[in-house]
């Protein structure tokens, strides 16, 4: 009885051994499929002041500009519908996202001109150009990097003044983090007619959250 009873203990004991062994030898795999998938960033829909026309047009425009550069093999850029941080964060966790980004924008203009209505223009020139305008992920991504890139590029040119101002607020952290994290701010003041100041901005911005992501 005492050997039957010690061979099932042996046995048991070779069980949990192979058992522990192949977890072993598994974690490096789980690891390694886990580094290989891209940080999600969530984007939360701008805020924009001093902007003439549909604000939320502007502000959907900017998402997807920096959509744009948060996007690539070790980024995956996800923008959000939510408008209250709260329920940003709750959209964020089912999108399987672990960081949320924060923006704000706001124009000073030295005389007349309107950011919205450069961007009216500009979502009028994606039209005209073919834009498509599908139902799927790929055609939204599409139809909003051209509307926020011919916003960004011809028409901002087209609008701004010597002396306009932009600043730009942002704030990346994790889900659990929103809040605590303190928000940093950039500024372009245009030094003549037909300067671009958002792209470098969010550009700029876009390096540094990039940055801080690869860090966490």
Same mark, same amino acid.
């Given at each position: 009885m005492r050997h039957h009873f010690s061979t099932t203990i042996a046995a048991w004991v070779l069980v949990a051994a192979v058992n522990i062994v192949s977890a072993?030898?598994?974690?490096?795999? &789980?690891?390694?499929?886990?580094? /290989?998938?891209?940080?999600?960033?969530?984007?939360? $829909?701008?805020?924009?002041?001093? *902007?003439? =026309?549909? @604000?939320?047009?502007?502000?959907?425009?900017l998402r997807d500009l920096f959509a744009s550069y948060l996007t690539g093999p070790s980024l995956r850029a996800v923008p959000l519908d939510a408008r209250l941080t709260t329920q940003a964060v709750e959209e964020a966790r089912q999108k399987n996202c672990s960081f949320i980004l924060v923006t704000s924008v706001?124009?000073? &203009?030295?005389? !007349?001109?309107? *950011?919205?209505?450069?961007? =009216?223009?500009?979502?009028?020139?994606?039209?005209?150009?073919?834009?498509?305008? !599908?139902?799927?992920? @790929?055609?939204?991504? @599409? &139809? !909003?990097?051209?509307?926020?890139?011919?916003?960004?590029? /011809?028409? @901002?040119?087209?609008?701004?003044?010597?002396?306009?101002?932009?600043? $730009?607020?942002? &704030?990346?952290?994790? $889900?659990?983090? *929103?809040? =605590?994290?303190?928000a940093k701010r950039q500024k372009a003041k245009a030094k003549s007619d037909g300067e671009d100041l958002l792209t470098p901005l969010v550009e700029s911005a876009a390096e540094a959250v990039a940055a801080a992501v690869s860090r966490k």
């Open positions: 072993e030898a598994a974690a490096p795999e &789980r690891q390694a499929a886990a580094a /290989s998938e891209p940080a999600c960033v969530a984007i939360m $829909l701008p805020s924009a002041k001093g *902007v003439d =026309g549909d @604000a939320t047009a502007f502000s959907t425009s706001t124009r000073d &203009r030295n005389e !007349g001109g309107g *950011v919205g209505r450069a961007f =009216g223009r500009a979502a009028g020139a994606a039209a005209s150009y073919g834009v498509p305008y !599908g139902g799927t992920v @790929a055609s939204s991504a @599409a &139809r !909003g990097a051209v509307v926020a890139g011919a916003y960004a590029i /011809s028409n @901002a040119a087209e609008t701004t003044k010597a002396k306009d101002e932009i600043t $730009l607020e942002y &704030r990346i952290s994790t $889900l659990d983090g *929103v809040g =605590g994290s303190a």
